[in-house]
C-alpha cells in the first residue's frame, strides 16, 4: 500500500460512519443536479436550435410568397391600372371600381364592428360579474369564431339579401362581415382590457373616479394598441374574404355605381375580382392573367401598408404611455 492510500486510509477510519455516508451523499446528490443541469442546457440549446430553425423557414416561405406575388404583380402596376375601370372583354382594363368598392367596404364594416365589438369587451371585462351569462356569451364567442367563412355568407344571403331586402349590395356584404369579425374584436379586445394591470383601477378608485371615467380616461388608453391590434386584423379580413362577398355581393359592380357611396349598390372587392379572374375564368379576355396578378400585388401593398401604419401608432402609443409613466 502507498504513503497516499495509507494515508487516506488512516483518514477516513477517524471519521465517523454516519458523518461519512452524508458526505458520500452530498457528493452524489451534487453530481446528479450537475448532470440534470447539464441536460437541461443540452434541451435549452436544442429547443432554442428548433425554434430558430422554424422561425426561419417560416421567414423563408413569406419571402417567397410575398416576393412570387410582388415580382409577377407590381411590373403591372400604373396609375391608369389603379384608376380605370376594369374590362371582362377587352384588354387593359383597370382596377379602379375593385379598389374602391374595397375600401370602402373596408371603412363601412369597421364602422360597424369595432364600436360593437369593443364594447361588449368591455361590459364583459369591466362591467359585468363572472355568471352564466358571461359564461355563455363567452361559449358563443369562442364557438362563433371558428364557424366557417361561407356559412356566416350563406346566413348573411338568407337574412340581409333575401330577408330584409337589401339584394346584393355592400350592405349585405358589410354586415356579414361584421358578423364574421365581432368574435376577433371582442376576443382581441378583452386580451387588450386584461393587459392593463389591476393596480390602476385601484388607484383610480382610490381618487373617487366613477367607473367609466376610469375605462375612459386610463383602461382604454393603455389598452390602446391591442385595440389597434383588432382593427387591423378586421381590416385584413375585410380585404380578404371572398366567399361570404360572393354570395352577398355578387361579383360585378353596375356600371353607373362604380364609384357610389349608395350602400345598397352591388360591388365587387379586389379578392373577389381576383376570384373571378383566377378561378372562375373570363373566356377570351388575354390579360386575364397579368390583372389577376396586379390585383394580388396592390391588395398585397395595402395589408402592408395597414400593418406598418398600425405599428407606427402602437409604437407611438406605447412611447406615450412611458411617457405618462
Request: hydrophobic content about 50%; charged content about 10%; glycine content about 8%.
Amino acid at each position: 500500500m502507498s504513503l497516499d492510500a495509507s494515508a487516506s486510509a488512516t483518514t477516513l477510519s477517524g471519521i465517523d460512519p454516519r458523518s461519512l455516508r452524508l458526505m458520500q451523499r452530498h457528493a452524489s446528490n451534487r453530481q446528479a443536479r450537475e448532470a440534470a443541469q447539464r441536460r437541461a442546457r443540452l434541451l435549452d440549446h436544442l429547443a432554442t436550435a428548433v425554434m430558430l430553425v422554424l422561425v426561419g423557414f417560416l421567414v423563408v416561405v413569406l419571402v417567397i410568397v410575398v416576393g412570387a406575388i410582388l415580382i409577377q404583380g407590381v411590373p403591372q402596376l400604373s396609375w391608369a391600372f389603379i384608376t380605370t375601370s376594369s374590362s371582362l372583354t377587352q384588354p387593359g382594363g383597370g382596377v379602379g371600381p375593385q379598389l374602391w368598392c374595397t375600401l370602402y367596404l373596408m371603412v363601412l364594416s369597421l364602422l360597424l364592428t369595432v364600436p360593437v365589438g369593443i364594447a361588449a369587451a368591455i361590459y364583459l371585462e369591466e362591467m359585468a360579474r363572472p355568471s352564466r351569462f358571461t359564461e355563455a356569451v363567452g361559449f358563443s364567442v369562442e364557438a362563433l369564431s371558428s364557424v366557417p367563412s361561407i356559412v356566416f355568407g350563406t346566413f348573411g344571403a338568407a337574412v340581409f339579401l333575401l330577408g330584409m331586402g337589401f339584394g346584393y349590395s355592400i350592405l349585405s356584404g358589410a354586415l356579414t362581415l361584421t358578423l364574421l369579425n365581432l368574435p376577433l374584436v371582442v376576443r382581441v379586445g378583452q386580451e387588450a382590457l386584461r393587459s392593463v394591470p389591476r393596480e390602476y383601477r385601484e388607484a383610480s378608485q382610490a381618487l373617487a373616479a366613477q367607473p367609466l371615467e376610469t375605462i375612459r380616461k386610463l383602461v382604454l388608453p393603455t389598452a390602446l394598441p391591442g385595440i389597434i391590434t383588432a382593427v387591423v386584423l378586421t381590416a385584413g379580413r375585410v380585404i380578404g374574404e371572398t366567399a361570404p362577398l360572393i354570395l352577398t355581393m355578387g361579383t360585378s359592380i353596375s356600371p353607373n355605381a362604380q364609384y357610389s357611396l349608395n350602400p345598397l349598390a352591388t360591388g365587387e372587392t379586389l379578392a373577389v375580382h381576383i376570384w373571378v379572374l383566377k378561378v372562375a375564368g373570363v373566356p377570351g379576355l388575354k390579360d386575364a392573367d397579368a390583372v389577376a396578378n396586379g390585383s394580388a400585388a396592390l391588395l398585397l401593398i395595402i395589408v402592408l401598408v395597414l400593418s406598418l401604419s398600425a405599428t407606427f401608432f402602437t409604437i407611438r402609443s406605447n412611447q406615450r404611455l412611458r411617457g405618462l409613466r
